[in-house]
């Protein structure tokens, strides 16, 4: 909440020209709707939610579908948003949208 200053007494948020809302920095799209948009691309990828709060974001994969990597049937990421990143470097999304 701003202080009451002659300016912008008797306003509320975002009617001074600020917002009390965080603004979006950056063009990326927001990692839920990645993931939305990923799972519907490719429905044979399972992405689980961490089980409790030291563990990752994880990706079950098709065998020999990690390059570099052919007995790897999990992905993992501390944050979803690096795990899209990873998803997305093997499996690209057709419209280029990330």
């Given at each position: 909440m701003h202080a009451a200053t002659p300016a912008n007494k008797g306003k509320a948020a975002g009617q001074d020209?600020?917002?009390?809302?965080?603004?979006l920095v950056g063009r990326k799209v927001d990692p839920l709707i990645r993931r939305q948009r990923f799972e519907a691309a490719y429905p044979q990828v399972?992405?689980?939610p961490?089980?409790?709060?030291?563990?990752r974001?994880?990706?079950?994969v098709p065998p020999c579908s990690v390059p570099g990597d052919p007995t790897a049937?999990?992905?993992?990421?501390?944050?979803l948003e690096d795990?899209?990143?990873?998803?997305?470097?093997?499996?690209p999304l057709q419209d280029?949208?990330?």
């Open positions: 020209g600020t917002s009390a809302r965080p603004r399972t992405i689980l961490p089980a409790t709060l030291n563990s974001w994880l990706a079950v049937t999990t992905l993992s990421g501390w944050q795990l899209m990143d990873r998803l997305e470097q093997i499996w280029g949208l990330a």
